[in-house]
């Protein structure tokens, strides 16, 4: 069996650098297609940088060609986007949607997403209602394996500064540690643990719809580290 070919959407972010750096030294993967918005070089001889216009079908079409697993860790924020809650949805739910429904017409049969904690499509909090209508309209294009992470606060180092994170961090970091019960699931997360986490979802041969918070997210994390 040949090895596999992998796309990620958000190789830039805090996640997906993480995943990009775990896929091109995982021996199952001979190819990492990374789609950007912005010309940027391969750090790896598995890498394929592909530039991309997320709103042009063919563009998508081409770039997703041969994958059989797309990795979705994309995400902005609300100040990046100057405010503006219309970008921000064209980022983090238009994007996804159109790279899962262009995924699916290529023949790709799975799809491993970073959500949140807490989405639901009818939250009055517009980041919680955002990543559930996301969660809601992939799952509608029918894709036979969707794998949904719900992280609560990341933990890690960003290239942007993102004060308010940084001090959420500061502070959720030990008091996670005092969480336990069905609280477990608000917990930080280091964002090298769900990209191990990311990674091991794909390995599963199952259809439907997997949803995985704190404690599912470490066991896979855990399972794919010792299969290293």
């Known amino acids: 069996m ?3 070919t992998t796309a990620i959407i958000g190789s830039g972010g805090l996640i997906g650098s993480h995943l990009l750096e775990e896929l091109i ?10 789609l950007v918005r912005w010309p940027s070089e391969p750090v790896h001889a598995k890498q394929e940088v592909k530039l991309v216009d997320f709103s042009d079908a063919e563009s998508l ?14 995400g902005t924020t609300l100040k990046k986007m100057g405010g503006d809650k219309k970008r921000y949805w064209q980022i ?16 790709c ?6 959500s949140a904690i ?14 559930g209508k996301t969660e809601e309209d992939l799952i509608a294009t029918g894709i036979p394996a969707l794998h949904i992470l719900q992280p609560s606060l990341l933990l890690g180092h960003r290239n942007e500064k993102r ?3 940084a001090i959420s961090q500061r502070i959720m970091k030990p008091a996670s540690a005092l969480l336990s019960g069905s609280w477990t699931k608000y917990k930080a997360i280091d964002a090298g ?19 995985y918070t704190w404690k599912e997210m470490m066991d896979l994390s855990d399972r794919y580290t010792s299969d290293r």
């Open 25 to 34: 030294h995982d021996p199952e993967y001979g190819t990492v297609k990374t």
């Open 193 to 211: 643990d769900v990209a191990k986490a990311m990674i091991e979802a794909a390995r599963s041969s199952g259809e439907g719809v997997f949803r």
């Open 163 to 165: 004060r308010m994170e």
């Open 2 to 4: 040949g090895k596999k």
């Open 109 to 114: 049969r799975k799809m491993v997403l970073v």
């Open 118 to 131: 807490g989405a639901n499509s009818s939250s009055r909090n517009f980041y919680l209602q955002l990543k």
């Open 92 to 107: 983090d739910h238009d994007i996804p949607l159109r790279v899962c429904r262009m995924a699916k017409e290529t023949g």
């Open 61 to 74: 079409l081409l770039a997703l060609t041969n994958v059989e697993v797309v990795f979705c860790a994309i």
